[in-house]
């Protein structure tokens, strides 16, 4: 209820009971929004961003079967941003397989450790013929952030010592002429945090390793400088930059299965829809309300 | 001798590796290889102390019995029960420890996260309003990127992502750029303050 000019109270109208909607509402409709575009695909055109086909390009440049060259993705992320960031390392895993590139995962958080697993079992669902230790290879999580970093500089197999499950990285034919970043072309940091300055910091500004990076939406904006600055040569970001990335794939004919963030994309695209037309909606009614007043 | 010796540490290890920086000689490099292996075995025991702070902690409420101690029996339980099991079995693909990650962990991980999506909309319903010329400026950059993120805007409008690249290569970069080089600047000065042992909190009570 608000008060007129005359002081009696007077009957709330449509622009008042909206600025004061139960936010049960809105939650239904983001609900309703997520999961009826998962049923009635759209397929609406994914635009490939700069920063994603530079991202592609290093990737694709690395020499396969190469045994003095290898991709190194570091999953340092937890399961909470996982629905953004593991489609990406499944996408880069995938691009890898495809074009038999040797590549090995790793982690600077401890479970991310668990998801480069669940990354590399995903992938090899369309690649069944890769094998663990020739073809890619998951290294035991070592303690320590940026003095694993820099550790790497000077000896990978000395850093990690064993794979995730405790063997012995001398078992493992992938690595026997991997000795540190000189033999490692690019390292892809997939992170939901600061993790990608520190790979900056001490990767790239002290071993000269090209790093490239997958990040949360949120923090995109962020990376914008060190990709000018030629620190970071490339970047997916959010969940669009996988779905960029998996397009890729298709249209280069490395990959057939469609990856699981161009399926979010359509949900993605009517939230933001709706959420746009709430923000118009609540800034009508401010100014309404602000005008009867 | 407490606080004496951690900064005598602390200074000598911060001057010896500032200057081996340096000196590209094998004795340099022999001696901060050793100290990499020094560093890294080091930050396994901060995981001990966390062990020891998660069972402390835990521990005392459950003995005192205070309000929501229950609570505190499943953190110890997970820990004690899920650890007993990665060292046994290992954590290879099949083994309790990997079950437990995979249909414990990341699902509920990811779903307490994937709530953000709905208290945003209702966060962004009730708060972004164009009350002032900065809010209103604000309001039509978030538009604008909101809708060219997604495919359904260069759907739309095919010079939208033109737009978006521009926003983020210049005025997101400038001030992004900016708040970097303070930050950088800001390191280096609480670093050498470390170093020189003038900033002292990180030996604990307070600096003092």
């Given at each position: 209820m608000i008060e007129n000019k005359t002081n009696k109270p007077q009957r709330d109208g449509f622009w008042e009971k909206l600025s004061k909607l139960n936010r049960r509402y809105i939650y239904m409709s983001v609900g309703i929004c997520v999961i009826v575009p998962l049923l009635i695909r759209m397929r609406l055109p994914i635009f490939i961003t700069p920063p994603t086909k530079s991202l592609y390009n290093v990737v694709d440049k690395i020499p396969p079967e190469d045994p003095e060259n290898m991709l190194i993705i570091s999953f340092?992320?937890?399961?909470?941003v996982m629905p953004e960031l593991q489609p990406m390392g499944v996408a880069l895993l995938k691009h890898c397989f495809a074009k038999k590139i040797r590549v090995a995962c790793m982690s600077l958080t401890v479970m991310g450790i668990g998801l480069a697993e669940m990354a590399t079992e995903k992938a090899k669902?369309?690649?069944?013929d890769v094998k663990y230790g020739e073809d890619y290879l998951i290294f035991a999580w070592v303690p320590g952030w940026s003095i694993v970093i820099l550790k790497m500089g000077e000896n990978i197999k000395e850093t990690f010592?064993?794979?995730?499950?405790?063997?012995?990285?001398?078992?493992?034919?992938?690595?026997?002429?991997?000795?540190?970043?000189?033999?490692?072309?690019a390292l892809v940091c997939l992170t939901g945090s600061s993790t990608y300055l520190s790979w900056i910091t001490?990767?790239?500004?002290?071993?000269?390793e090209t790093i490239c990076t997958g990040i949360t939406g949120v923090i995109a904006p962020e990376i914008y400088p060190w990709l000018q600055s030629g620190q970071i040569s490339g970047m997916l970001g959010g969940i669009k930059g996988a779905a960029e990335y998996e397009i890729l794939l298709k249209k280069n004919k490395l990959s057939k299965v469609e990856g699981t963030a161009s399926v979010a994309m359509d949900p993605q695209s009517i939230t933001h829809l709706l959420i746009m037309l709430f923000i118009v909606l609540a800034n009508i009614s401010y100014f309404v309300i602000r005008r009867k007043k | 001798m407490k606080r004496t010796f951690p900064l005598v540490i602390c200074f000598g290890g911060g001057i010896i590796f500032i200057i081996q920086f340096f000196i590209p000689h094998p004795v340099s490099k022999a001696i901060y290889d050793e100290a990499l292996n020094w560093l890294i075995i080091v930050s396994v025991f901060a995981f001990a102390i966390a062990l020891e702070s998660l069972f402390r902690v835990h521990g005392t409420k459950i003995k005192r019995r205070k309000p929501g101690w229950g609570f505190s029996v499943i953190p110890l339980v997970a820990c004690i029960t899920v650890g007993a099991f990665g060292i046994i079995?290992?954590?290879?693909?099949?083994?309790v420890f990997m079950k437990v990650f995979h249909y414990i962990t990341v699902p509920m991980s990811a779903t307490v996260f994937s709530l953000l999506a709905f208290y945003m909309a209702s966060a962004a319903f009730r708060?972004?309003?164009?009350?002032?010329t900065r809010a209103t400026v604000l309001l039509i950059v978030a538009f604008l990127v909101m809708f060219g993120r997604v495919p359904i805007g260069p759907f739309v409008w095919k010079g939208l992502p033109d737009i978006i690249e521009w926003i983020f290569m210049y005025p997101s970069m400038a001030a992004t750029r900016g708040i970097a080089l303070g930050v950088g600047l800001g390191i280096i000065g609480t670093s050498l303050k470390i170093i020189l042992g003038i900033e002292k909190g990180w030996l604990g009570g307070g600096g003092k």
């Open positions: 340092d992320y937890d399961p909470s669902e369309e690649f069944p010592m064993a794979d995730y499950a405790g063997k012995s990285l001398d078992e493992f034919p992938i690595v026997d002429k991997i000795h540190n970043y000189e033999q490692v072309p001490y990767a790239n500004t002290r071993y000269n | 079995q290992g954590v290879r693909e099949g083994t708060a972004f309003r164009a009350t002032t």
